[in-house]
């Protein structure tokens, strides 16, 4: 009997490669870049029929915002309306620019649907992030295993003519968001089982740090073997309120992870927590690499660059970031509201990941969608065991005043087969903005305050 996650797999590949070609992905020349390629490896041409525009410097932000001003009101095109408005009634017609998942998210939630607006490639870096990406061609490198990152000049973007699907994964995960970020408030949202009303909404306090992405040039080598170090704490519900934890997640094995639990007064080192582990507290609908759209370590998976494709994803959203709106407002029992959710289209790189052979995960094969701008994550896909499509993963995109770059840590996922939908990493209706960092001698933006004893001694004050 043939395999249908292969099959499927075949025909999708064979039909992104038809697509958009990418015949320069091999040809590594730092040249490039700047020239035939944007400075991060973009294609800086419009698409043939004009739905993508031409690349050009990045201007999409209006002078004066600044901490506590509404990001939205600073946006160049805030007065956009859409172009059109897909739903299950013209779905298929634009079936070629959506993934799988879009699809079929659109066919079976009622009254769905996905507001297209014009395309605005608003994404851009800071010339020291370009100019140490240029250095990373031919220099940077994986390492022996064929997914560690080994070498680098950060910040900046590792491979930005990729070879395979590992170094895309990389681009995402070393995209340049200053030194880290933080959510005064967060509240993870988890829709109601259908037949109730019962939303599991979380409300915490998370900061990342970043040891790489201090402005200036340097190699990996010289600098901890970290991606990021992340502190957590829930402040409700009851059942979930004093629980924290710290977590160092490397760049080349599995992270360290520590967490403290207010009844035992005590800090767990917690070896297991990680990868397709259930978050505590979210009735198996949410696990550990599946934050930031792509969490943890890469080795469970082998990792495919399949080619390029144009894709509706959200970009430019800043309807999900919004700090002032009701989450009852935006969260809607089966999606958040259209209005927030805005869509445009992009070109994007297209990698497949499929568990290694002896290696058990959830969703044994996975397809990532990243920016070709940005180098974020715009959408996932997993499927099951049996080979159905299983969750649908998408992020919001936004310009960032602070770092001079695009960010995405915005993002809802969507379980097909259950109907149930997280929202995570947004500012939404928390009454506090997001606060991205590009220099502080803040406690938080030290290795020294991501330890199981300053875990300790920060939770039973």
């Known amino acids: 009997m043939s395999n249908p996650i292969l099959c499927r797999t075949a025909v999708a590949a064979a039909t992104l490669l038809a697509l ?254 990680a990868y397709d582990a259930p978050q505590i507290g979210f009735e198996n609908q949410y696990t550990l690499d599946e934050p930031r759209m792509f969490n943890g370590a890469l080795d469970r998976f082998d990792w495919k660059l399949v080619g390029k494709k144009e894709l509706i994803v959200g970009y430019n959203a800043f309807g999900m970031y919004d700090p002032s709106a009701k989450l009852s407002d935006v969260l809607k029992n089966d999606a958040p509201a259209a209005e927030a959710r805005r869509y445009e289209t992009h070109r994007v790189w297209v990698v497949e990941a499929t568990v290694k052979q002896g290696v058990r995960h959830l969703a044994p094969k996975r397809t990532f969608y990243l920016d070709e701008d940005s180098w974020s994550i715009v959408v996932a896909e997993d499927y099951d065991a049996q080979g159905k499509l299983w969750k649908l993963r998408e992020s919001f995109v936004i310009p960032v005043a602070e770092t001079g770059s695009c960010d995405n840590p915005a993002f809802v996922q969507h379980n097909l087969i259950d109907g149930r939908y997280v929202f995570d990493q947004s500012p939404l209706g928390a009454g506090k903005d997001i606060r991205w960092v590009v220099d502080s001698k803040e406690a938080k933006f030290n290795e020294n305050f991501y330890t199981a004893e300053n875990l300790r001694s920060i939770s039973e004050r």
């Open 20 to 273: 958009v070609a990418s015949p320069h992905a091999q040809t590594r020349d730092p040249a490039r870049l700047g020239k035939d390629l944007t400075g991060v490896g973009a294609d800086p041409a419009a698409s043939k029929d004009g739905a993508i525009p031409a690349f050009a410097p990045a201007d999409a932000l209006l002078p004066g915002w600044a901490p506590g001003k509404k990001r939205a009101d600073f946006f160049k095109y805030k007065g956009d309306k859409p172009l059109y408005v897909i739903d299950a009634s013209n779905v298929d017609k634009y079936a070629d620019r959506l993934s799988p998942g879009q699809v079929q998210m659109v066919k079976q939630t009622k009254d769905y649907k996905m507001e297209v607006y014009p395309s605005r490639r608003s994404c851009g870096n800071p010339d020291f992030v370009v100019e140490n990406t240029k250095k990373n061609v031919g220099t940077a490198t994986l390492g022996a295993d064929g997914w560690s990152l080994k070498e680098a000049t950060v910040p900046g973007i590792p491979f930005p003519m990729p070879a395979n699907g590992a170094e895309a994964m990389w681009n995402y995960k070393m995209k340049y968001a200053g030194i880290g970020f933080e959510w005064p408030v967060n509240y993870i949202s988890l829709s109601p089982r259908k037949g109730s009303s019962d939303w599991i909404q979380a409300g915490a306090t998370q900061t990342y740090y970043f040891p790489w992405g201090k402005k200036g040039s340097t190699q990996l080598s010289k600098l901890p073997p970290v991606e990021y170090y992340t502190y957590f704490a829930y402040a409700s519900p009851v059942a979930l309120a004093g629980q924290a934890l710290s977590v160092v997640n490397y760049l080349d094995k599995i992270s360290d992870t520590f967490y403290y639990f207010p009844g035992q007064r005590r800090v767990r080192r917690m070896p297991t927590y």
